[in-house]
T-cell receptor, first 109, second 115 residues
């Protein structure tokens, strides 16, 4: 299974944009790029996913590099409720998600 | 609508006891996954069902772990002769269909502590 590399932690100020990077140099052609986040004592929550093109939804945007070896999750205006562990995951045809350590995002008021 | 429901929320058992963890997926969701999350780590895949068929059990750590989904809805994860290393949060997730394209919806997990 292809792996991803993320920074262990990041900080942001409230109401500022946040760019969370992810490297996945061994991604295969059929792997989707998924982002989930997990708040303390809760299960992971789906954020966004994409294959090749950039994606937007009400929670975030996903920017995918042209060679697909990296991607960036963009939170347009961070709030205190966005403080969580963010996981970048490559999902293949099997459907199972291979989580890494994720990025712990701290949002300062 | 109701999300994925897991019970019990917390379970304490003595080493050597058998435990059963229940997952109620979102109604109509075909795919169901179990994950194990140790303290401070990301979740790790255990097993996957498509309806009642267990299509992937490659993540089950030993033959003490057994999962079933007999009618294609509710699933049970059973751990026999529990060991201290089984202490973790067990997460269940479901998705509508064609799992690799659909987001997975997670429950809040069962926190299992083995004394």
């Amino acid at each position: 299974d292809a792996k991803t590399t993320q920074p262990n932690s990041m900080e942001s100020n409230e109401e500022e944009p946040v760019h969370l990077p992810c490297n996945h140099s061994t991604i295969s052609g059929t792997d989707y790029i998924h982002w989930y986040r997990q708040l303390p004592s809760q299960g992971p929550e789906y954020v966004i996913h994409g294959l090749t093109s950039n994606v937007n939804n009400r929670m975030a945007s996903l920017a995918i590099a042209e060679d697909r070896k990296s991607s960036t999750l963009i939170l347009h205006r961070a709030t205190l409720r966005d403080a969580a562990v963010y996981y970048c995951i490559l999902g293949g045809v099997t459907g199972k998600l291979i989580f890494g350590q994720g990025t712990t995002l701290q949002v300062k008021p | 609508g109701a999300g994925v429901s897991q019970s019990p929320r917390y379970k304490v058992a003595k080493r050597g006891q058998d435990v059963a963890l229940r997952c109620d997926p979102i109604s109509g969701h075909v795919s169901l996954f179990w994950y194990q999350q140790a303290l401070g780590q990301g979740p790790e895949f255990l097993t996957y069902f498509q309806n009642e068929a267990q299509l992937d059990k490659s993540g089950l750590p030993s033959d003490r772990f057994f999962a079933e989904r007999p009618e294609g809805s509710v699933s049970t994860l059973k751990i026999q002769r529990t060991q201290q290393e089984d202490s973790a949060v067990y997460l269940c997730a479901s998705s509508f269909n064609r799992a690799f394209r659909q987001p997975q919806h997670f429950g809040d997990g069962t926190r299992l502590s083995i004394l």
